[in-house]
């Protein structure tokens, strides 16, 4: 069993920055992908980036992509979201994923364990 405990969202303005981390309980880390989805309200959830057990291989949404940077650091077991450049539209709960693969999915019945979320919310 996989306990992932996400942080660091809060209310910002437009433009400005966030960086969220997710602490995972599990021995294994490194042979885990970890992933970032969002669900904004009355909106189905979306894949926000991801990440493959090495660091190595890293994929973005679109919509995202030159703005948020997704890391990790195996030797803390925590994966981080750099949100840089924020807009209203980035608004949602985020949530930290995991699955036991080399490498992430875009999909959420991709992830076997999931976060309780943080809130973002960007103000205009």
């Known amino acids: 069993q996989v306990q992932l405990v996400e942080s660091g969202g809060g209310l910002v303005q437009a433009g400005g920055s966030l960086r969220l981390s997710c602490a995972a309980s599990?021995?294994?880390?490194?042979?885990?992908?970890m992933g970032w989805f969002r669900q904004a309200p009355g909106k189905e959830r979306e894949f926000v980036a991801g990440?493959?057990?090495?660091?190595?291989?890293?994929y973005y949404a679109d919509s995202v992509k030159g703005r948020f940077t997704i890391s990790r650091d195996n030797a803390k077991n925590t994966v981080y979201l750099q949100m840089n450049s924020l807009k209203p539209e980035d608004t949602a709960v985020y949530y930290c994923?995991?699955?036991?693969?080399?490498?992430?999915?875009?999909?959420?019945?991709?992830?076997?364990?999931w976060g309780q979320g943080t809130q973002v919310t960007v103000s205009s």
């Open positions: 994923t995991a699955v036991r693969s080399v490498v992430p999915t875009t999909t959420p019945r991709g992830y076997d364990y």
């Open positions: 990440i493959g057990w090495s660091g190595a291989a890293t």
């Open positions: 599990v021995r294994t880390f490194g042979t885990y992908a």
